[in-house]
């Protein structure tokens, strides 16, 4: 069974870091594209960061590039998001999503929720003072 779970989010204030886990069980990482969204109250579901498992080539939406970084550890089957100088209007529940190899052999096809076949449950991160 493929289960994702993500750990790490809190409280924390504007300009503060936060790091994120995405644990994976069930299956091995390898070969997968891996996400991480967040939603906020009454927003769309919007994609940050992707890592492509099998060379560790990573993407990013315009709006964390130099703040966030992505990075995988193969041998904990596990993905991260460090965040940086997070901003208030970040606060959201943040999820994980894996694209599996079947549909994306050449790693990350980009930050659309819709290819993601398999979901966290969420972490949520406040950013407030």
């Known amino acids: 069974q493929v289960q994702l779970v993500e750990s790490g989010g809190g409280l924390v204030q504007p300009g503060g870091s936060l790091r994120l886990s995405c644990a994976a069980s069930?299956?091995?990482?390898?070969?997968?594209?891996i996400g991480w969204f967040r939603q906020a109250p009454g927003k769309e579901r919007e994609g940050v960061a992707c890592?492509?498992?099998?060379?560790?080539?990573?993407f990013y939406t315009d709006s964390v590039k130099g703040r966030f970084t992505i990075s995988r550890d193969s041998a904990k089957n596990t993905v991260y998001l460090q965040m940086n100088s997070l901003k208030p209007e970040e606060a959201a529940v943040y999820y994980c999503?894996?694209?599996?190899?079947?549909?994306?052999?050449?790693?990350?096809?980009?930050?659309?929720?819709?290819?993601?076949?398999?979901w966290g449950q969420g972490t949520q991160v406040t950013v407030s003072s």
């Open positions: 069930g299956f091995t990482l390898d070969y997968y594209a």
């Open positions: 890592i492509s498992f099998s060379d560790g080539s990573t």
């Open positions: 999503a894996a694209d599996p190899p079947e549909r994306s052999p050449w790693g990350c096809r980009g930050l659309a929720p819709d290819y993601f076949a398999s």
